[in-house]
Nanobody, 115 residues
Framework: QVQVVESGGDLVQPGGSLRLSCATSGRRLAFNAMTWYRQAPEKQREFVAGIVGGGITRYADPVKGRFNISRNKAQTMTYLQMNNLRAEDTAVYYC?????????WGQGTQVTVSS
């Protein structure tokens, strides 16, 4: 079994920055797809950013140019650097990791952007 734990969420003012981390533990797997999603109150969970394969990244339009996804060499951790945060970025951020046909989710970390 694999455990996925997100951290780094906090209350931040508009224009501020946060770095989210996603750590995996348990069964040793190299995750070929690592993705961040978010869910705001009363909204559906949505894709934020993903990194796959040799390091190809993809971002949702609302975060392009502000967020950056990365991972460690072992492909067991992923990070989401979030800059120039806006009120609309307020949400619970979830990490999803995949290895072959296996998929795991974390419990989420709360990001609140407010003055």
């Amino acid at each position: 079994q694999v455990q996925v734990v997100e951290s780094g969420g906090d209350l931040v003012q508009p224009g501020g920055s946060l770095r989210l981390s996603c750590a995996t533990s348990g069964r040793r797997l190299a995750f070929n797809a690592m993705t961040w999603y978010r869910q705001a109150p009363e909204k559906q969970r949505e894709f934020v950013a993903g990194i796959v394969g040799g390091g190809i990244t993809r971002y949702a339009d609302p975060v392009k140019g502000r967020f950056n996804i990365s991972r460690n060499k072992a492909q067991t951790m992923t990070y989401l650097q979030m800059n120039n945060l806006r009120a609309e970025d307020t949400a619970v951020y979830y990490c999803n990791v995949r290895s072959g046909g296996l998929e795991y989710w974390g419990q989420g970390t709360q990001v609140t952007v407010s003055s």
